[in-house]
């Protein structure tokens, strides 16, 4: 398990845990005040800090390691997150009280083209998310927040899956856990971050694994994989898909792309 399991499990994965989503956290002023101003101090200025990193790292191949820690020790306070799986998602959604869906602030803040691809859920019906100021979108309050049910919600993230979205949940001021994103590396704030080599999320709880009996060496998972995780190996004539396990985020989209299911997911040792 990661470090927010055992800080901010209560003996469970960390959000899995009912208390991470309650209302009391709500009630700290510092969080109303953090989600109140997400989109223009955490998204907006994330996006600006990132594009100068990146041409920073282009240059140098590598960050200082001390901005490197800075960075993720400010996320790990206010805005970080895991990527989860397809059966975490309905898992979480399936128990919300209510589910909304609003446009990805990442995309918005660096093409101003909104994608909705985010998801907030409530295990109460005193909401979190009606704070969110939906005017940096140029959209009314009840404009921007589309309420779905669960199971609408799942469905939709399922689809986003097909095409080729990592799940992520992530922390607004850790540990309340307010967003569920499905992005693409590219397009992602926090994903973004590891091409930089700074981890603004843990890995999954799980992981790829191979049934070397069923895999036919095809490449179809490699292909798939946003992490670069799975490379091929050759075996007694024949090449198998080989997953790093230091390199694999759990995400699960190398299983769905395997045409002889050789793929699934177990535990992280």
Same mark, same amino acid.
């Given at each position: 398990?990661?470090?927010?399991?055992?800080?901010?499990?209560?003996?469970?994965?960390?959000?899995?845990?009912?208390?991470?989503?309650?209302?009391?956290?709500?009630?700290?002023?510092?969080?109303?005040?953090?989600?109140?101003?997400?989109?223009?101090?955490?998204?907006?200025?994330?996006?600006?800090?990132?594009?100068?990193?990146?041409?920073?790292?282009?240059?140098?191949?590598?960050?200082?390691?001390?901005?490197?820690?800075?960075?993720?020790?400010?996320?790990?306070?206010?805005?970080?997150?895991?990527?989860?799986?397809? @059966? +975490?998602?309905?898992? $979480?959604?399936?128990?919300?009280?209510? =589910?909304?869906?609003?446009?990805?602030?990442?995309?918005? #803040? %660096?093409?101003?083209?909104?994608?909705?691809?985010?998801?907030?859920?409530?295990?109460?019906?005193?909401?979190?998310?009606?704070?969110?100021?939906?005017?940096?979108?140029?959209?009314?309050?009840?404009?921007?927040?589309?309420?779905?049910?669960?199971?609408?919600?799942?469905?939709?993230?399922?689809?986003?899956?097909?095409?080729?979205?990592?799940?992520?949940?992530?922390?607004?001021?850790?540990?309340?856990?307010?967003?569920?994103?499905?992005?693409?590396? @590219? +397009?992602?704030?926090? $994903?973004?971050?590891?091409?930089?080599? =700074?981890?603004?999320?843990?890995?999954?709880?799980?992981? #790829? %694994?191979?049934?070397?009996?069923?895999?036919?060496?095809?490449?179809?998972?490699?292909?798939?994989?946003?992490?670069?995780?799975?490379?091929?190996?050759?075996?007694?004539?024949?090449?198998?898909?080989?997953?790093?396990?230091?390199?694999?985020?759990?995400?699960?989209?190398?299983?769905?792309?395997?045409?002889?299911?050789?793929?699934?997911?177990?535990?992280?040792?």
């Amino acid at each position: 398990m990661c470090e927010f399991c055992s800080e901010h499990g209560d003996g469970k994965v960390w959000f899995k845990n009912a208390e991470n989503y309650s209302k009391d956290l709500l009630s700290d002023l510092a969080r109303r005040n953090y989600i109140n101003d997400f989109f223009t101090s955490t998204i907006e200025q994330g996006v600006k800090t990132i594009g100068r990193l990146e041409t920073l790292y282009g240059k140098k191949k590598q960050l200082p390691a001390r901005l490197v820690q800075g960075m993720v020790d400010q996320a790990k306070k206010e805005h970080f997150g895991q990527v989860v799986t397809i @059966e +975490d998602i309905r898992e $979480l959604v399936g128990k919300a009280a209510t =589910v909304v869906r609003l446009p990805c602030a990442c995309r918005y #803040a %660096s093409m101003k083209k909104e994608n909705r691809c985010c998801y907030s859920v409530s295990y109460s019906p005193d909401a979190w998310y009606k704070d969110l100021d939906m005017s940096y979108f140029g959209l009314a309050q009840d404009q921007g927040l589309e309420s779905l049910t669960p199971a609408e919600a799942i469905e939709q993230m399922e689809e986003l899956e097909k095409g080729g979205a990592v799940h992520t949940i992530w922390t607004m001021m850790t540990p309340f856990i307010g967003a569920i994103c499905n992005c693409q590396p @590219e +397009d992602c704030l926090g $994903l973004r971050t590891l091409s930089i080599d =700074v981890e603004t999320m843990f890995r999954g709880e799980m992981m #790829a %694994s191979v049934d070397e009996e069923l895999c036919n060496g095809c490449g179809s998972c490699e292909e798939a994989c946003h992490f670069n995780a799975i490379s091929s190996m050759e075996m007694t004539g024949e090449h198998k898909a080989q997953i790093n396990a230091s390199a694999c985020f759990g995400c699960g989209l190398c299983r769905n792309a395997c045409p002889t299911e050789a793929l699934s997911m177990m535990g992280r040792a």
